[in-house]
């Protein structure tokens, strides 16, 4: 590949990390063949052998990924972060010498202050929000919302903005918020454009689900605080009392006991509810078996340019989602019922509502193949692929690269 163009990609989370594997390296594997070489730095927050790194290396260097590493920082707030931005700088110029890049694509905040950093002189950069870093901190109780720190940290971010080449948005909500934000102090951004977090469509697929047996509900990912575990296990009791002897799955890495507790208090046998931590691999034939699965997550501003993993999967596989509003462009895509339901609010009327339409919808013969038609139209890793490819083209060639 000596013609290739070389990209560095810088990922602010580590390269074992579930969304690097799905949301970094299948985009880098799909943008590779096109002509690109990326270095790939990312954040660390897990020791790791040397025997590992090698190997990892290794890997990645045949699918024409060249990956390097920092170690993140942890407990010190906003001074682990500055560490961070330093710690990945050094590395990131020292990169640049090596091997110099035409191309830097920035995946999150921190990564973006580096790339602005490297960029103010040098080649075109991509600034890939996925989601709104600053405000995700407030949300999960790390800053403080209006403190020196959130305001200094705010002001980066416009600069940052509106020095990018161009910006990506995990979702059309979180687009807008951008623009009326811009606008409001006079400042156009540069282009921006919207992809969300896309699935692997060809590993998720659906399968025939025997009707004769208990509805089963399903839930793939993180049950912590932010994602409502109160709110799952509550929803899945109400409908056992519409469904008798349904049961629910929970493919989660997430500790068990708080899960359990939260049943018990529901009054829900403990043979009605099965919790598995499972190899990537082996998810997308689970997902496949759910007759619905669900996606809560606590409201906030962040949330509105948030785009969750699992609800794209849940649709390639054919599985109608419940969700709740709030959330990103989920209004736009469940809000008419035609691949699952939107719950306005968690009142008991709004769950009734959801379990008399949950019916309908499985007396519905084409249910599965809407779901997998609207994970293709909005979702499909290779129209992100693509969409990324045409935004490195528009950047390159602003610079005067073929």
């Not at 390269?15 to 594997?21: F, K, N, Q």
């Not at 954040?43 to 170690?71: K, M, N, Y």
């Not at 156009?188 to 697929?205: G, N, Q, Y």
Request: hydrophobic residues 45%; glycine residues 8%.
């Amino acid at each position: 590949m000596a013609d290739a163009i070389d990209v560095l990609y810088i990922s602010y989370n580590g390269i074992d990390e579930p969304l690097v594997h799905s949301q970094v390296l299948a985009y880098l594997q799909g943008l590779s063949p096109r002509g690109y070489r990326f270095s790939l730095l990312t954040f660390e927050r897990s020791a790791a052998a040397a025997a590992d790194i090698a190997a990892t290396r290794e890997r990645l260097a045949a699918q024409g990924i060249d990956w390097h590493c920092v170690t993140a920082h942890r407990g010190w707030g906003a001074l682990s972060s500055l560490r961070d931005l330093c710690a990945g700088l050094a590395v990131a110029r020292r990169l640049q010498q090596t091997r110099p890049a035409r191309l830097i694509h920035a995946r999150s905040f921190i990564p973006a202050l580096i790339a602005w950093r490297l960029a103010r002189h040098g080649p075109p950069f991509l600034n890939d929000l996925r989601g709104f870093w600053i405000d995700e901190k407030v949300y999960r109780g790390r800053l403080r919302e209006n403190g020196p720190a959130y305001r200094l940290a705010k002001q980066l971010e416009a600069r940052v903005l509106h020095a990018s080449d161009a910006i990506v948005s995990l979702s059309e909500r979180g687009a807008q918020a951008l623009q009326e934000s811009a606008a409001s102090r006079g400042q156009p951004l540069p282009p921006l454009v919207t992809i969300p977090t896309c699935v692997d469509t060809a590993r998720f697929v659906p399968a025939a689900r025997p009707q004769t047996q208990p509805r089963l509900f399903g839930y793939v990912g993180s049950l912590g605080a932010e994602y409502l575990p109160e709110r799952i296990i509550g929803y899945f009791a109400a409908a056992r009392r519409h469904f008798p002897g349904c049961r629910l799955k929970l493919i989660s890495r997430s500790s068990a006991a708080p899960l359990r507790a939260l049943a018990a208090q529901q009054g829900l046998p403990p043979d009605s509810i099965a919790i598995v931590a499972l190899p990537p691999e082996q998810v997308p034939a689970e997902v496949a078996r759910f007759d619905v699965a669900m996606s809560f997550i606590r409201p906030h501003f962040s949330k509105l340019a948030s785009c969750p993993t699992k609800v794209g999967e849940y649709l390639a596989a054919g599985v109608p989602v419940v969700g709740n509003a709030g959330i990103g462009d989920m209004d736009a895509l469940l809000g008419d019922g035609r691949v699952g339901f939107l719950l306005r609010d968690f009142d008991t009327g709004s769950l009734e509502d959801s379990f008399r339409h949950l019916r309908r919808l499985w007396g519905d013969a084409g249910l599965a193949a809407r779901c997998r038609a609207a994970a293709l139209a909005q979702f499909s890793l290779r129209e992100g692929i693509n969409r990324y490819d045409a935004i490195y083209r528009m950047l390159l060639a602003r610079g005067g690269l073929p």
